[in-house]
Structure formats: C-alpha cells, structure tokens
C-alpha cells in the first residue's frame, strides 16, 4: 500500500466512523484502474457480533452492512475522497462476511487511480 492508497484508507475509516458510529479496525487500499479496494477488518460492534450469533441476525446483519451502507453513501457523497483523488466517486461495491468480520468495499471513480497514483 502507497502512501496515497493509506491515507485513502484513512478517508474511509473517518467517513465511517462519522457517517455509522465505527469504522473498521483494519483497512488495506489498492487502486486498480479506476477502482479503489478496500479490505476491512473489525467492522462489527459487539452488539452487532451478538446479532450475528443467530443465523436471522446474520442474514438481517449482511443486508444493513451492505445495503445501508451504499444508501449511507449516496445521500451523503464522500466529497472528501473525490477532494483527495481529484475525481468524481461514480458508485460503489460492497460485500461483508458477518463470520469472518471482514468486508469489502470498491469505489469507483471517473479516472485510472492506478495510473494517477501508483509509479
């Protein structure tokens, strides 16, 4: 991870933790073409890690930390990431596995990240 890809992992964290209450503990950013992925650790709180010791909380878990999440982002447009990279967040990807507590997230923008930043 570059120092861009790091300090975009750090804009991740702090759009999370203001916009849901937590961010991740852990997340490593790559820029691929006009992608950036993220891989997250730590998501859940421990309230949420008790949800998920039932199989009706997991299922009720996956939907809010992917859904939510994509709705959390388009009413609030994470114009710090598009400030930082110098273009504009076009959608975003996401996926979670309440058992492992590692999700997913990738953020697609209207330039090659890899080409911007990656020497």
Same mark, same amino acid.
């Given at each position: 991870?570059?120092?861009y890809e =790091?300090e975009? !992992?750090?804009? /991740?964290r702090?759009?999370?933790k203001?916009?849901?209450g937590?961010?991740p *503990?852990?997340i490593?950013t790559t820029?691929?073409k006009?992608w950036?992925? #993220?891989?997250?650790e730590g998501n859940? *709180?421990p309230v949420e890690?008790?949800? =998920?010791s =039932?199989?009706?909380?997991? +299922? =009720?878990?996956? !939907?809010a930390r992917?859904?939510? /999440?994509?709705q959390?982002?388009r009413?609030n447009?994470?114009?710090?990431?598009e400030?930082?990279?110098? #273009?504009?967040?076009?959608?975003?990807? /996401?996926d979670?596995d309440?058992d492992?507590?590692?999700?997913? !997230?990738?953020?697609?923008?209207?330039?090659?990240? +890899?080409q911007?930043?990656?020497?």
């Amino acid at each position: 991870m570059n120092k861009y890809e =790091a300090e975009f !992992s750090n804009i /991740v964290r702090s759009f999370r933790k203001k916009h849901m209450g937590k961010g991740p *503990s852990k997340i490593t950013t790559t820029f691929c073409k006009n992608w950036a992925i #993220c891989e997250m650790e730590g998501n859940l *709180s421990p309230v949420e890690r008790f949800i =998920a010791s =039932a199989d009706e909380g997991k +299922q =009720a878990l996956r !939907s809010a930390r992917t859904e939510m /999440v994509k709705q959390i982002y388009r009413k609030n447009p994470p114009l710090e990431m598009e400030e930082f990279l110098g #273009c504009k967040f076009v959608d975003l990807f /996401v996926d979670i596995d309440i058992d492992r507590d590692f999700g997913m !997230s990738i953020f697609v923008f209207d330039e090659d990240l +890899q080409q911007k930043f990656i020497k």
